[in-house]
């Protein structure tokens, strides 16, 4: 992409971020204003009493409303700059709290699968790091570029009437700056670029070191990966380097013209005031002022570099932005049991169904089925064949990209899908760091300890959670490590039985559990089948063996295969055919 595109792009971006804050940046530019007015009125009024007291002999007393007038702009104009910085940081901090928050509603519409085409570390540094490059662009950068404009700009208005040569100075010298900043603005830009791009991949490995760490250390390549974070960070810490070489070359350059402007301007008026051709009082004002004439533009130079980090991470911003929403948009992400009274999902139907990641590469392609009520359905495939993916159709993870996937309520009709109280077992269960309890929580907030004793006896799961020390005030550790794999897949499933969902989805659910366990589990699962839809994705027999209707998934189509004592001529969830 040329950079121009991306410059255009960035400046619509920041249109768009400044109007969530307009209110605190209009605010914070306006006290800005009122604050270089009080600052040129304070340095008139002082010239004036100077000259007045030391050269025209009057008495302060005499100067006294002038005094006042003095004590007023002070106060006016350190009061106005304190509530321009404090409006500045209430519009950063406005700006990063509506990006992250847009930024997590995204991705949460992406969902899993279009989220994991990013690496995590990247999402990670993007949400936390990226986002909050915003804040001092907003809280610093917009307010000193106005006030870059503004005070310079009522200084030589003041000059221009005070005295010719000065004016002429300032005006050639002061453009300079902003010209000094356009110049080593694009090179910045590029280092800014390349330190997000180290800052990210940096942020990635140590995220895949960290949850590989067991892998690393038996393949003997802890010490490879530490160096390979080592080389990263050095390489981070050379961009991050280069950047501040850039913003240090930049505000001595800047402080060079404005001391050599500064120094211009005294030489001139002092060299006529000897002469006698000027008078003390213009020479006072114009020397007070020229150092605040550059002073703006010193601030605009220092905060300069907030703007390249923001354009940086508003690119960053922007891939996130661009994942697709391929998660359907559940409104009603809290439905638990008697949430959707009235609708009683009757069954889910697949038409014509096709499913891909990309486009041309097709995973499955004109699947027609049905997963009924009190039926257990199992889908069974080679590795790859495409199990997972019509799981994830089926949860509105991944859109079909043929056909349609629809939801039958008890009359047959159409029901909404956010109607559905669905809950999923996935192939690698996710717990966080907290209690049991906690993680069991996550599947119905306030739950009873009555209710998730009931959940997990039906997933085999009550009784190793009441040997744990602490029993459902247990500790799991990080992602469950202080659990076995089984064990994590039971409280998984207790989890999802928590909500009494209408629909259950499980991908391998007695993948890594012992034939004693699994057989357990397969049980478990079949007790819950009664008055819900149950599908399995599988290769384990004792599951097929369970199943009221099996699927089999090859070459991107599914095939339903006979089962004897097919649940359509049985009553729902009766069937006893789990091996002992
Ligand atoms: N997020 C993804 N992006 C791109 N391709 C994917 C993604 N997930 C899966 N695939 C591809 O889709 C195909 C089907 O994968 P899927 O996970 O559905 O198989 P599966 O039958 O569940 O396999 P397994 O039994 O090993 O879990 C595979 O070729 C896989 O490489």
């Given amino acids: 992409m040329s950079s121009a595109s991306n410059t255009g ?62 004590g007023a702009c002070l106060l006016g104009c350190i009061g106005a700059r304190f509530a321009s910085d404090m409006a500045g940081t209430e519009a950063g901090l406005q700006v990063v709290a509506s990006v992250r928050n847009a930024l997590l509603r995204h991705l949460a519409k992406a969902g899993p699968v279009a989220c994991v085409r990013l690496p995590a570390g990247q999402v990670l540094s993007v949400v936390d790091e990226g986002v909050e490059a915003l804040e001092p662009f907003f809280a610093r950068y917009v307010p000193s570029a106005a006030m870059m404009v503004m005070l310079p700009l009522l200084i030589l208005a003041v000059v221009c009437g005070v005295d010719g040569w000065s004016f002429v100075i300032l005006a050639c010298t002061g453009p300079l700056v902003p010209m000094c900043m356009v110049f080593v603005g694009y090179s910045a830009q590029k280092a800014m670029d390349r330190q997000w791009g180290y800052l990210s991949t940096l942020a990635g490995s140590f995220l895949d070191a960290l949850r590989g760490l067991k892998t690393l250390r038996v393949f003997g390549r802890t010490a490879g990966s530490l160096e390979r974070i080592g080389v990263l960070g050095d390489a981070h810490r050379r961009a991050t380097l280069s950047v501040m070489k850039i913003a240090f070359l930049t505000s001595a350059s800047l402080e060079f013209f404005a001391s050599l402007s500064i120094a211009l301007v005294a030489v001139v008026f002092g060299s006529r005031l000897l002469a006698g051709t000027a008078e003390f009082r213009s020479a006072f004002l114009v020397l007070l002022l020229a150092p605040e004439y550059f002073a703006p533009l010193r601030n605009f130079s220092a905060s300069y570099h907030a703007r390249q980090n923001a354009m940086a991470a508003l690119e960053q911003i922007a891939k996130l932005q661009a994942l697709p929403e391929l998660a359907i948009a559940l409104d009603a992400e809290e439905v638990t049991a008697g949430d959707h009274a009235g609708t009683v999902v009757e069954s889910l139907r697949c038409e014509h169904v096709g499913a891909e990641y990309e486009a041309s590469a097709t995973v499955l392609h004109d699947v027609n089925c049905t997963f009924r009520r009190g039926q257990f359905s ?24 043929a056909g349609r996937f629809c939801v039958l309520d008890a009359h047959d009709l159409p029901a909404l899908r956010s109607d559905v109280c669905m809950a999923y077992v996935p192939q690698r269960p996710q717990l966080v760091y907290g209690t049991v309890a906690d993680n069991l929580r996550m599947g119905l907030p306030h739950a009873s300890l009555e209710a998730m004793r009931e959940a997990a006896h039906m997933a085999d799961a009550l009784e190793f959670i009441e040997s744990l020390p602490e029993g459902f005030s247990t500790v799991v550790g990080e992602r469950g490590s202080r659990l076995s794999k089984g064990q994590v897949r039971r409280l998984a499933l207790a989890r999802a039985l928590l909500r009494k969902p209408d629909v259950l989805v499980l991908d391998e659910p007695t993948a890594d559990l012992d034939p004693a366990s699994a057989r357990r589990i397969a049980s478990a699962i079949r007790q819950c089948v009664a008055g819900r839809i149950v599908i399995a994705a599988t290769h384990k027999a004792e599951l097929v063996a369970c199943a009221d209707q099996v699927l089999d998934i090859a070459d991107g189509q599914v095939m339903v295969r006979a089962v004897p004592g097919d649940s359509l001529a049985q009553p729902a969830g009766e069937k006893e055919v789990c091996p002992a």
């Fill in 378 to 401: 199992v889908l069974s495939g080679e590795s790859g064949a495409g199990k997972s993916t019509l799981l994830s159709v089926i949860l509105g993870l991944l859109p079909p990209s």
């Fill in 9 to 70: 792009k960035g400046r619509g971006q920041v249109a768009a971020l400044a109007r969530t804050a307009r209110g605190w940046l209009v605010a914070s530019v306006g006290c800005g204003a009122v604050s270089a007015a009080c600052l040129v009125g304070q340095f008139v009024v002082l010239a004036h009493v100077v000259d007045d007291t030391v050269f025209r002999g009057q008495s302060l007393w005499a100067e006294r409303g002038l005094l006042v007038l003095f």
